[in-house]
């Protein structure tokens, strides 16, 4: 238990230095602004409740918030990720992959291109809850689209880079 605790704190403080020191300034385009930090809410097991999962998100969405100066838009898109992730997992047999030590989201569980579906719904509805959030007009909604649509394919690459980097036996 302890030890699952030092390692899901030891890969959040990773996904949020990669976040904060390299994604945070890169300046790549107005509409392409990648967020690898929610790959964090990717990894978190099933075993964890609704609401630690809820609460893991605002969190480290909170985290991001303060750290980057954006009052509460991460902290709102990482807990609509973690309430659309709970609906999605309960839509999935979770219990039969626990039994077979599946114990989180992933290739190995639902495939490489289920994976990816999983992950770019996902990252597409933060993104896009995130970029409205930050424009608050409706009046931008296609510039907010197009934000969302890039920057999600560029936290979809980055996510799977980490996922064959840091669970490479998982991965395959």
Request: net charge positive; with cysteine; charged share 10%.
């Amino acid at each position: 238990m302890i030890r699952d605790i030092l390692r899901y704190t030891l890969l959040l403080t990773l996904a949020l230095l990669i976040q904060l020191l390299v994604f945070s300034r890169l300046n790549l385009g107005f509409m392409f602004k990648p967020q690898p930090y929610i790959w964090f809410l990717f990894i978190l097991p099933f075993s964890l409740n609704r609401y630690a999962l809820l609460f893991a998100a605002f969190g480290t969405g909170l985290i991001v918030d303060a750290l980057s100066n954006t009052y509460g838009l991460h902290a709102a898109s990482c807990t609509l990720l973690a309430l659309g992730r709970s609906f999605t997992d309960a839509r999935l047999n979770t219990e039969t992959a626990q039994r077979e030590g599946i114990l989180r989201p992933g290739s190995r569980m639902l495939g490489f291109s289920g994976y990816f579906l999983y992950i770019s719904g996902l990252s597409f509805a933060h993104h896009f809850l995130y970029f409205f959030y930050e424009a608050f007009r409706f009046s931008m909604l296609p510039q907010v689209f197009t934000t969302a649509l890039f920057s999600t394919l560029g936290t979809i690459a980055s996510i799977i880079l980490m996922e064959f980097t840091f669970f490479r036996r998982e991965a395959l």
